[in-house]
Antibody, heavy 120, light 107 residues
Protein backbone atom coordinates (compact mmCIF):
# COMPACT_ATOMS: atom_id res chain seq x y z
CA UNK A 1 0.00 0.00 0.00
CA UNK A 2 0.98 3.64 -0.34
CA UNK A 3 3.49 4.87 2.21
CA UNK A 4 4.84 8.36 2.84
CA UNK A 5 8.19 9.30 4.35
CA UNK A 6 9.27 12.77 5.36
CA UNK A 7 12.93 13.75 5.25
CA UNK A 8 14.98 16.85 5.91
CA UNK A 9 17.04 18.66 8.54
CA UNK A 10 15.86 18.34 12.11
CA UNK A 11 17.41 21.65 13.14
CA UNK A 12 17.01 24.98 11.38
CA UNK A 13 18.37 28.36 12.46
CA UNK A 14 16.02 31.31 12.99
CA UNK A 15 15.43 33.41 9.84
CA UNK A 16 16.53 30.54 7.59
CA UNK A 17 14.40 28.33 5.33
CA UNK A 18 12.97 25.01 6.44
CA UNK A 19 13.04 22.43 3.65
CA UNK A 20 11.35 19.03 3.80
CA UNK A 21 10.63 16.33 1.24
CA UNK A 22 7.95 13.65 1.27
CA UNK A 23 8.65 10.50 -0.72
CA UNK A 24 5.67 8.48 -1.93
CA UNK A 25 6.22 4.73 -2.25
CA UNK A 26 3.94 1.85 -3.16
CA UNK A 27 1.90 4.00 -5.53
CA UNK A 28 2.01 6.89 -7.95
CA UNK A 29 1.91 10.54 -6.96
CA UNK A 30 -0.32 11.17 -9.96
CA UNK A 31 -4.01 11.97 -9.70
CA UNK A 32 -3.88 12.93 -6.02
CA UNK A 33 -3.54 16.02 -3.88
CA UNK A 34 -0.73 15.96 -1.32
CA UNK A 35 -0.73 17.90 1.94
CA UNK A 36 1.59 19.21 4.62
CA UNK A 37 0.34 19.48 8.21
CA UNK A 38 2.26 20.43 11.33
CA UNK A 39 1.85 19.98 15.06
CA UNK A 40 3.76 22.12 17.58
CA UNK A 41 4.85 20.28 20.72
CA UNK A 42 1.85 19.43 22.87
CA UNK A 43 -0.55 21.28 20.59
CA UNK A 44 -3.08 20.65 17.85
CA UNK A 45 -2.83 20.18 14.11
CA UNK A 46 -2.35 22.98 11.59
CA UNK A 47 -2.90 22.50 7.86
CA UNK A 48 -0.11 24.15 5.88
CA UNK A 49 -1.32 23.52 2.33
CA UNK A 50 -1.61 21.05 -0.49
CA UNK A 51 -0.46 20.49 -4.05
CA UNK A 52 -1.98 18.56 -6.94
CA UNK A 53 0.38 16.32 -8.89
CA UNK A 54 0.07 18.77 -11.79
CA UNK A 55 1.50 21.54 -9.59
CA UNK A 56 -1.52 23.61 -8.55
CA UNK A 57 -1.38 24.66 -4.91
CA UNK A 58 -3.51 25.94 -2.05
CA UNK A 59 -1.90 27.42 1.05
CA UNK A 60 -3.07 28.39 4.51
CA UNK A 61 -3.35 32.21 4.41
CA UNK A 62 -1.65 32.38 7.82
CA UNK A 63 1.53 30.97 6.24
CA UNK A 64 1.06 31.83 2.58
CA UNK A 65 3.71 34.55 2.42
CA UNK A 66 6.37 32.10 3.63
CA UNK A 67 5.32 28.74 2.15
CA UNK A 68 6.14 27.03 -1.11
CA UNK A 69 5.00 23.47 -1.90
CA UNK A 70 6.34 21.83 -5.03
CA UNK A 71 6.13 18.42 -6.68
CA UNK A 72 8.57 16.24 -8.62
CA UNK A 73 6.58 13.52 -10.34
CA UNK A 74 9.71 11.90 -11.77
CA UNK A 75 10.91 11.18 -8.23
CA UNK A 76 7.44 10.58 -6.75
CA UNK A 77 8.15 13.33 -4.24
CA UNK A 78 6.69 16.60 -3.07
CA UNK A 79 8.40 19.22 -0.95
CA UNK A 80 7.79 22.00 1.56
CA UNK A 81 9.78 25.18 1.97
CA UNK A 82 9.01 27.57 4.82
CA UNK A 83 11.06 30.75 4.88
CA UNK A 84 12.06 33.13 7.67
CA UNK A 85 11.42 30.58 10.38
CA UNK A 86 11.14 31.41 14.07
CA UNK A 87 10.80 29.31 17.20
CA UNK A 88 7.04 29.26 16.57
CA UNK A 89 7.69 27.02 13.55
CA UNK A 90 9.12 24.28 15.77
CA UNK A 91 6.82 21.31 15.21
CA UNK A 92 6.37 17.80 13.94
CA UNK A 93 5.74 18.10 10.22
CA UNK A 94 3.56 15.51 8.50
CA UNK A 95 2.91 14.85 4.86
CA UNK A 96 -0.38 13.24 3.89
CA UNK A 97 -2.38 12.13 0.88
CA UNK A 98 -5.77 13.68 0.25
CA UNK A 99 -8.27 10.97 -0.56
CA UNK A 100 -11.79 11.60 -1.76
CA UNK A 101 -15.22 10.14 -2.25
CA UNK A 102 -17.30 12.36 -4.47
CA UNK A 103 -16.96 15.85 -3.01
CA UNK A 104 -15.78 14.59 0.37
CA UNK A 105 -12.08 15.00 1.02
CA UNK A 106 -9.96 13.56 3.81
CA UNK A 107 -6.34 12.77 4.63
CA UNK A 108 -6.19 9.00 4.46
CA UNK A 109 -2.48 8.22 4.30
CA UNK A 110 0.04 9.95 6.54
CA UNK A 111 3.78 9.90 6.92
CA UNK A 112 5.25 9.17 10.34
CA UNK A 113 6.22 12.79 10.79
CA UNK A 114 9.54 14.53 11.24
CA UNK A 115 10.48 16.86 14.06
CA UNK A 116 11.91 20.23 13.10
CA UNK A 117 13.38 22.47 15.77
CA UNK A 118 14.14 26.12 15.09
CA UNK A 119 17.06 27.20 17.23
CA UNK A 120 20.40 28.89 16.91
CA UNK B 1 -11.50 30.51 8.62
CA UNK B 2 -13.96 27.99 10.03
CA UNK B 3 -13.33 27.40 13.74
CA UNK B 4 -13.76 23.86 15.05
CA UNK B 5 -14.41 23.42 18.77
CA UNK B 6 -14.33 20.05 20.47
CA UNK B 7 -15.70 19.09 23.84
CA UNK B 8 -14.62 17.91 26.23
CA UNK B 9 -10.89 18.61 25.99
CA UNK B 10 -10.25 15.44 27.94
CA UNK B 11 -12.18 12.66 29.55
CA UNK B 12 -11.52 9.61 31.67
CA UNK B 13 -13.23 6.36 30.84
CA UNK B 14 -13.00 2.66 31.54
CA UNK B 15 -12.64 -0.26 29.17
CA UNK B 16 -16.11 -1.18 27.97
CA UNK B 17 -17.55 2.32 28.36
CA UNK B 18 -19.37 4.19 25.64
CA UNK B 19 -17.66 7.50 24.88
CA UNK B 20 -19.04 10.47 22.98
CA UNK B 21 -16.99 13.42 21.72
CA UNK B 22 -18.59 16.54 20.28
CA UNK B 23 -17.30 18.85 17.55
CA UNK B 24 -18.93 22.15 16.67
CA UNK B 25 -18.19 24.24 13.58
CA UNK B 26 -18.38 28.04 13.56
CA UNK B 27 -20.59 27.87 10.46
CA UNK B 28 -22.47 25.18 8.62
CA UNK B 29 -20.20 22.65 6.93
CA UNK B 30 -22.88 20.22 5.78
CA UNK B 31 -21.31 16.76 6.24
CA UNK B 32 -17.75 17.78 5.38
CA UNK B 33 -16.33 16.54 8.66
CA UNK B 34 -13.59 14.00 9.35
CA UNK B 35 -12.39 12.37 12.57
CA UNK B 36 -8.84 11.25 13.30
CA UNK B 37 -7.24 9.29 16.12
CA UNK B 38 -3.72 10.08 17.26
CA UNK B 39 -1.60 8.08 19.69
CA UNK B 40 1.50 9.54 21.37
CA UNK B 41 4.41 9.88 18.98
CA UNK B 42 2.35 8.67 16.03
CA UNK B 43 0.69 10.27 13.02
CA UNK B 44 -3.06 10.83 13.02
CA UNK B 45 -5.18 8.02 11.61
CA UNK B 46 -8.38 8.59 9.69
CA UNK B 47 -11.41 7.04 11.40
CA UNK B 48 -14.49 8.68 9.90
CA UNK B 49 -15.02 10.82 6.81
CA UNK B 50 -18.07 12.62 5.48
CA UNK B 51 -19.33 12.83 9.08
CA UNK B 52 -20.49 9.22 9.28
CA UNK B 53 -18.58 7.02 6.82
CA UNK B 54 -16.25 4.51 8.44
CA UNK B 55 -12.78 4.36 6.90
CA UNK B 56 -11.78 0.91 5.68
CA UNK B 57 -10.23 -1.19 8.40
CA UNK B 58 -11.57 0.88 11.29
CA UNK B 59 -13.52 -1.16 13.88
CA UNK B 60 -17.29 -0.81 13.78
CA UNK B 61 -17.39 0.34 17.41
CA UNK B 62 -16.46 3.78 16.03
CA UNK B 63 -19.30 5.81 14.56
CA UNK B 64 -19.92 9.40 13.58
CA UNK B 65 -23.03 11.48 13.20
CA UNK B 66 -24.21 15.02 12.62
CA UNK B 67 -24.46 17.65 9.94
CA UNK B 68 -24.48 21.41 9.71
CA UNK B 69 -22.56 22.65 12.73
CA UNK B 70 -22.82 19.85 15.31
CA UNK B 71 -21.12 16.47 15.09
CA UNK B 72 -20.36 13.56 17.37
CA UNK B 73 -17.88 10.71 17.44
CA UNK B 74 -19.01 7.71 19.47
CA UNK B 75 -16.89 4.80 20.58
CA UNK B 76 -18.96 1.87 21.77
CA UNK B 77 -17.30 -0.50 24.24
CA UNK B 78 -14.00 1.33 24.59
CA UNK B 79 -10.98 -0.93 24.12
CA UNK B 80 -7.47 -0.49 25.59
CA UNK B 81 -6.11 0.53 22.19
CA UNK B 82 -8.68 3.35 21.92
CA UNK B 83 -7.01 5.50 24.57
CA UNK B 84 -5.72 8.31 22.41
CA UNK B 85 -6.43 11.87 21.28
CA UNK B 86 -9.19 12.47 18.77
CA UNK B 87 -9.40 15.38 16.34
CA UNK B 88 -12.19 16.59 14.10
CA UNK B 89 -11.37 18.39 10.84
CA UNK B 90 -13.55 20.24 8.37
CA UNK B 91 -13.15 19.76 4.62
CA UNK B 92 -15.83 22.27 3.62
CA UNK B 93 -13.39 25.02 2.73
CA UNK B 94 -9.76 26.01 2.86
CA UNK B 95 -7.87 26.54 5.01
CA UNK B 96 -8.66 23.13 6.41
CA UNK B 97 -9.02 23.45 10.17
CA UNK B 98 -8.94 21.00 13.06
CA UNK B 99 -10.51 20.91 16.48
CA UNK B 100 -8.14 21.27 19.42
CA UNK B 101 -8.40 17.59 20.26
CA UNK B 102 -10.01 15.41 22.92
CA UNK B 103 -7.76 13.21 24.99
CA UNK B 104 -9.36 9.97 26.14
CA UNK B 105 -7.59 8.65 29.22
CA UNK B 106 -7.94 5.53 31.31
CA UNK B 107 -10.00 5.96 34.47
Amino acid sequence: QVQLQESGPGLVKPSETLSLTCTVSGGSISNFYWSWIRQPPGKGLEWIGYIFYSGSTNYNPSLKSRVTISVDTSKNQFSLKLSSVTAADTAVYYCARRGWLGNYYYMDVWGKGTTVTVSS
Amino acid sequence: DIQMTQSPSSLSASVGDRVTITCRASQSISSYLNWYQQKPGKAPKLLIYAASSLQSGVPSRFSGSGSGTDFTLTVNSLQPEDFATYFCQQSYSTPRTFGQGTKVEIK
